[in-house]
Structures are given as C-alpha cells and as structure tokens.
C-alpha cells in the first residue's frame, strides 16, 4: 500500500520524480525483501544504498532544478559520490557485527573481519572523493575543489583514529567524517552550478 502511495505521489509530481520514486522503490525492495534481499551481503546491499542515498537523490534533485536531464558533468559527480557511499554503510555494520555473525548477515565487517572491512571503506570513501577535486580542477573550478580537497584532508585524518578501532569508533567517524563528505558534496554541488551558469 505504501510503495502504491509512494508512486501515486511521485506521479503527481511529474515524471522525474516518478522514475525517482520507482527506482528508489525498486531498490528499497531488492534491498530487504526476498527473494533478493541485498542486505545480506555487504557489498550489494551497501551498493544499494549508496546508489539510492547519494546518485538517485542527486540526479534527481538535479533533474527536477535543470527541467530536464542533468549535464554530464552532474552524472559524473553523482556518480563518484554514490560510490564513494558504498564505503559509508559499512559503518553501521561495526557495531552490530556480533549479531550480524549470529544472523547470517554478511557484511562487509563479517567478510573481512573488521580492521580491513574498515580500510576498504576509507579507501572506497577517499578516492572518489579524490577523483571529484581532479575533476574540478579539470573543469575550472579550482576554489571549490580545494574546499573539496581539504575537506578528504580532515577525512583521512579523521579514518586514521577510525582504522586504529574501528568497532569502537565506527560511530565517532560516521558522526564526523561523513558530516564531511556530505558538506564536499555541497561544495561539488555550488561548482556544477557556477560552471552550468558560465556556460549558458
């Protein structure tokens, strides 16, 4: 009945966000229902979120502002970011990891134990994060990706108390280090639109 409503409403808020709303459902479902249930595994599951969380709320936002398809350049960066996610949703596997070995649930920290599950999502976090402020520069906008760039500085900082512990600091890191991210996505965000306003 919600996931009806959930359409009905994005129907009635035009066609992109219908499409938003359909996918977003679709993953939603594949994400905790059977038979799929990605959730299980911490490398589809988390692939999952991040694509919903951080690229379809981006493209989407981007959709609806533009009236149309977002620029490349948009897809590009929604892109990286909702890669980059996937190494942010193993963060609330750590303090649930007893549990998750209890369950059957295969996280990321279950797989590979919970010192490399937390090196790969600082890995997974940084270097899109790293290719984003590449991309800037490339396109022009050397003040926002040095905002973007000083901010995965603080990050890395930040992921190497976070590597030391990380089943007890998981949610120190997830409270500051990801507050981060999302602020370079801001960052990102206020170039696109500068470049957009350049070019037309």
């Given at each position: 009945a919600?996931?009806?409503?959930?359409?009905?409403?994005?129907?009635?808020?035009?066609p992109?966000a219908?499409?938003?709303?359909a996918?977003?459902?679709?993953?939603?479902?594949?994400?905790?229902?059977?038979?799929?249930r990605l959730?299980?595994?911490?490398?589809?599951?988390n692939?999952?979120?991040?694509?919903?969380?951080?690229g379809?709320?981006?493209v989407t936002?981007?959709?609806?502002?533009?009236?149309g398809?977002?620029?490349?350049?948009?897809?590009?960066?929604a892109?990286?970011?909702?890669?980059?996610?996937h190494g942010?949703?193993?963060?609330n596997?750590?303090k649930?990891?007893a549990?998750?070995r209890?369950?059957?649930?295969?996280?990321?920290?279950?797989?590979?134990?919970?010192?490399?599950?937390?090196?790969?999502?600082c890995?997974?976090?940084?270097l899109?994060?790293?290719?984003?402020?590449a991309?800037?520069l490339?396109?022009?906008?050397?003040v926002h990706?040095a905002?973007v760039?000083?901010l995965?500085?603080?990050?890395?900082?930040?992921m190497r108390r976070?590597v030391?512990?990380?089943e007890r600091?998981a949610v120190?890191?997830?409270?500051l280090?990801?507050?981060?991210?999302?602020?370079?996505?801001?960052?990102?965000?206020?170039?696109?639109?500068?470049?957009?306003?350049?070019?037309?």
């Amino acid at each position: 009945a919600w996931t009806a409503l959930s359409l009905v409403v994005g129907w009635a808020l035009g066609p992109w966000a219908f499409v938003a709303a359909a996918l977003g459902l679709a993953l939603a479902w594949g994400y905790s229902a059977p038979p799929l249930r990605l959730k299980r595994n911490g490398w589809w599951g988390n692939a999952a979120c991040g694509l919903s969380y951080e690229g379809l709320a981006w493209v989407t936002g981007a959709a609806l502002m533009a009236g149309g398809w977002p620029s490349l350049p948009s897809l590009i960066v929604a892109a990286l970011y909702a890669a980059g996610a996937h190494g942010i949703m193993p963060l609330n596997d750590f303090k649930a990891l007893a549990g998750a070995r209890r369950t059957g649930i295969r996280s990321l920290p279950v797989m590979l134990g919970a010192p490399r599950a937390a090196r790969v999502a600082c890995w997974v976090m940084a270097l899109p994060q790293a290719a984003v402020v590449a991309l800037l520069l490339d396109w022009g906008a050397p003040v926002h990706a040095a905002g973007v760039a000083v901010l995965l500085l603080a990050q890395v900082m930040l992921m190497r108390r976070f590597v030391a512990d990380p089943e007890r600091r998981a949610v120190w890191y997830s409270g500051l280090g990801v507050t981060l991210y999302v602020l370079g996505m801001l960052f990102a965000a206020f170039a696109l639109q500068g470049l957009a306003r350049a070019a037309g």
